[in-house]
């Protein structure tokens, strides 16, 4: 194992342990609760210890050592999980197989463009919008199908911004598109996510993801929510209180929690429902007084538009959010997907 390899591996790990560290210090109960979903803090805490312990290891030059033959393991193998401790060799031929496929998708993390526009789905009409804080943000939002063909999409929130924000951004993507179109269902697909993703050293940060998946025949919403701001699912008809619901986590944040489980949910929707995904950058945007714009407001917004189409429902929420900020800038990336249930 090249000296330098271990290295880069060893600094990736202590990147990671002070991004988290700061993250579970410094973020305020309610945003830590969204992004651990139905996880404890203890999950992080329990990470923060995985992580020391392989830090160990890379101090002391113990790191990657085959328990096996106590060789080092390949080290492209060792960035794209530094837990690894059995060389290849020593595998199943069914361990080596799936290893292999596994780490063929994770290499390939690279720039990629987001959608140049929504896709014409049947039984959906959507609309997306995207404003990075910087020149190139964090926000990740996609159109993809799965297994069986149901159609579907993805909406994630890198923490952080700015250009190491990005680039955990692209990989996520590319880890989304190789993913995705071979699972059964959106839990499937982010539990192999958090798989490939909690122990890559090549991210030092943690991804919400909330994955999306529609059949037109049945107008079921399948999804499984990895620590994102609950989308808002709000009915054509029907009193305010009745209409809204909150699509909560049903997992926490992909790469948070050493141990990542995603349950899914599933919900018939009626021609008129409409579906509301964002990124943090819209609740929590301030205005001059340094008040949030929040999620009570966002329901109200959306409230006031839920029988328009999925275009204009986009556009009254982001002149909310920029009437809000009275002029001034956010202060995070912002991104929307609304998709309206047609014929």
């Known amino acids: 194992m090249q000296p330098a390899i271990l290295e880069q591996v060893r600094a990736s790990l202590l990147d990671k342990r002070a991004a988290l560290g700061q993250w579970l210090s410094r973020t305020p109960a309610p945003a830590r609760a969204i992004r651990l979903g139905p996880a404890a803090e203890a999950a992080v805490t329990e990470h923060l210890d995985h992580l020391g312990g392989y830090i160990a290891q890379a101090d002391s030059g113990q790191l990657g050592l085959c328990t096996v033959c106590h060789d080092f393991v390949d080290?492209?193998?060792?960035?794209?999980?530094?837990?690894?401790?059995?060389?290849?060799?020593?595998?199943?031929?069914?361990?080596?197989?799936?290893?292999?496929?596994?780490?063929?998708?994770?290499?390939?993390?690279?720039?990629?463009?987001?959608?140049?526009?929504?896709?014409?789905?049947?039984?959906?009409?959507?609309?997306?919008?995207?404003?990075?804080?910087?020149?190139?943000?964090?926000?990740?939002?996609?159109?993809l199908s799965y297994q069986g063909g149901a159609v579907g999409w993805a909406v994630g929130d890198v923490a952080g911004h700015g250009v190491a924000a990005s680039l955990h951004m692209a990989g996520l993507q590319a880890l989304c598109r190789a993913i995705i179109p071979s699972s059964s269902g959106p839990a499937e697909a982010a539990e192999r996510i958090q798989r490939l993703f909690v122990h890559n050293?090549?991210?030092?940060?943690?991804?919400?993801?909330?994955?999306?998946?529609?059949?037109?025949?049945?107008?079921?919403?399948?999804?499984?929510?990895?620590?994102?701001?609950?989308?808002?699912?709000?009915?054509?008809?029907?009193?305010?209180?009745?209409?809204?619901?909150?699509?909560?986590?049903?997992?926490?944040?992909?790469?948070?929690?050493?141990?990542?489980?995603?349950?899914?949910e599933r919900i018939v929707l009626r021609q008129g429902d409409l579906v509301v995904m964002y990124t943090d950058g819209v609740v929590e945007a301030t205005d001059r007084q340094g008040r949030p714009f929040d999620a009570a407001r966002l329901a109200k917004v959306v409230e006031g538009v839920r029988r328009a189409p999925a275009g204009e429902v986009v556009r009254a929420i982001t002149q909310a959010v920029e009437d809000f900020l009275g002029g001034g800038d956010p202060a995070d990336d912002i991104t929307l997907v609304v998709a309206r249930v047609t014929s």
């Not at 049945?218 to 701001?229: D, E």
């Not at 709000?234 to 009745?242: C, E, I």
Request: charge should be negative; proline fraction near 8%.
């Open 201 to 264: 050293s090549r991210y030092t940060t943690f991804v919400s993801l909330f994955l999306a998946a529609f059949d037109p025949s049945s107008r079921t919403l399948t999804y499984a929510n990895a620590g994102h701001n609950p989308p808002l699912l709000v009915s054509s008809d029907g009193p305010s209180a009745a209409s809204a619901r909150w699509l909560h986590p049903t997992g926490a944040a992909i790469g948070l929690v050493e141990e990542g489980t995603y349950t899914e």
């Open 75 to 143: 080290s492209k193998r060792l960035v794209a999980d530094y837990t690894a401790q059995v060389c290849l060799d020593h595998l199943s031929p069914e361990e080596a197989s799936r290893l292999e496929q596994e780490l063929e998708m994770a290499q390939v993390v690279q720039r990629a463009l987001l959608p140049a526009e929504a896709p014409d789905l049947p039984g959906l009409q959507l609309a997306a919008f995207t404003r990075p804080v910087q020149i190139i943000g964090g926000d990740y939002f996609d159109f």
